[in-house]
């Protein structure tokens, strides 16, 4: 999974604003794709035509998740699959901070259960991943009590699932907090940690659970981010592909073109190598999936206007792709995630709306094969079957940045932000195809 614009989009909003998406629909016929190849930089970089979507999928199995009722905090920005259980942390909001207490979802019983307390002091913005272990939490901004005044922290514990119990890690030697974007990966040895703030300061960490060592990393090098009347403007992300990390900035907003960087960060050499530009600047707040071959974009915001558009990056041949159009309408904070098959892309929102404004989110959802660069179609989700939003769509999929995991044989999507229902859902759907 791969999520970019995380928690401090989901807190401090006294109006409703959201962010997300899912569809249903059948598609038209396929035409013909042609393509035109031409070099900048020395790579070849494909810009496809946008052929016509020509599948829908017969209708899937879908079911609500309950509501997660364990405790005053909803479930958060972040989710991590440990083999039998969902394990999500809590978001906080407006001026309280989230913690990195984690709630698990159980798919074979349908439940929440809790776990033990952590000894992490509430925060926004940390990092979490899944070693194949243990759950590991560490850095973001927060403070004893949990309200202002919040700073970034350097403390970090770990989480054994099979003996319910944290333990203390090694302190980062930096802050690490996930603010516009970035994220932490498990590279099967070590986690790698990596964020870009808005004025382009990269934060870059390696954590060895062996030795119990963090270390600090060279940054990219990619250039800082344009700003806007002194105000930086842009996105960032981050995947492991398998052998090294991918991590792309766009901006996509303010008076000079839109642009994207990115660069492969290689463990094994220390070094990073620059990406070659993408048939098309990638979005901010765009979703992003690894595949196992390649690394999928879609959607994204350029200036406020949503995107249907993606991109494709093979790191074998050092190529991007241009992705077909999608059946899905222009969004922007949808969530994606790799289903061994197709690219799941639901949530997000349909407009960039003022801070009085509650946004439009969408309720679509859409599959993606990178094989045959082509969109089906996904059969409507249910309704939510409680804590409906007082206006707005009811459809469970309608949430913004919602966390997706695959489980191996279905999807499960929680928490997102509800922005007519002014706060994170505490319930689900899971979509099994």
Not at 264 to 269: I, Q, R
Request: net charge negative; charged share 10%; with cysteine.
């Amino acid at each position: 999974m791969a999520r970019f614009l995380r928690r401090s989009q989901f807190r401090c909003r006294t109006a409703a604003v959201a962010c997300l998406v899912v569809v249903a629909g059948l598609a038209g016929s396929c035409s013909s794709a042609t393509s035109a190849t031409s070099t900048t930089g020395g790579t070849n970089i494909t810009n496809a035509q946008h052929p016509a979507p020509s599948t829908t999928l017969p209708p899937a199995t879908w079911s609500l998740i309950p509501a997660d009722t364990l405790g005053q905090k909803t479930p958060g920005s972040i989710a991590v699959w440990t083999g039998s259980e969902v394990m999500v942390d809590h978001n906080g909001c407006c001026a309280g901070a989230g913690d990195v207490q984690l709630d698990a979802y159980v798919p074979a019983t349908g439940t929440w259960k809790a776990t033990a307390t952590t000894p992490l002091w509430p925060r926004n913005d940390p990092g979490m991943v899944w070693t194949g272990d243990e759950v590991i939490a560490f850095g973001g901004t927060g403070s004893a009590t949990g309200g202002p005044p919040m700073h970034p922290l350097t403390d970090a514990a770990a989480y054994d699932p099979a003996t319910n119990r944290w333990h203390a890690i090694a302190a980062m030697p930096e802050p690490f907090v996930v603010t516009s974007g970035g994220g932490a990966v498990w590279t099967g040895s070590q986690v790698l940690a990596w964020s870009s703030d808005p004025t382009g300061h990269e934060t870059f960490l390696s954590y060895n659970p062996t030795s119990n060592a963090w270390k600090v990393l060279p940054p990219s090098g990619m250039p800082a981010p344009e700003t806007i009347s002194g105000v930086a403007s842009g996105g960032t992300g981050a995947v492991w592909a398998g052998s090294e990390l991918l991590v792309w900035r766009s901006n996509t907003g303010g008076s000079a073109a839109p642009m994207s960087d990115g660069a492969a960060y290689d463990p094994a050499t220390n070094r990073w190598t620059a990406l070659p530009a993408p048939p098309t600047p990638l979005g901010v707040g765009a979703a992003a999936a690894w595949t196992g071959t390649d690394l999928v974009v879609w959607g994204g915001v350029s200036g406020t206007t949503p995107l249907a558009t993606g991109a494709m990056y093979d790191p074998s041949t050092n190529r991007w792709t241009a992705m077909a159009r999608s059946v899905l309408p222009p969004t922007t904070d949808a969530a994606a995630v790799w289903t061994g098959s197709t690219v799941f892309v639901a949530g997000g929102q349909l407009d960039v709306p003022s801070a009085s404004a509650v946004a439009n989110l969408s309720g679509a959802v859409a599959t993606f094969d990178p094989a045959s660069n082509t969109w089906a179609a996904v059969a409507p989700a249910p309704a939510l079957a409680a804590h409906l939003p007082p206006s707005g769509t009811a459809v469970a999929t309608a949430r913004d940045n919602p966390d997706l995991v695959w489980t191996g044989s279905q999807v499960i999507m929680v928490s997102g932000y509800d922005g007519a229902y002014q706060a994170p859902r505490p319930d689900g759907v899971a979509w099994t195809p």
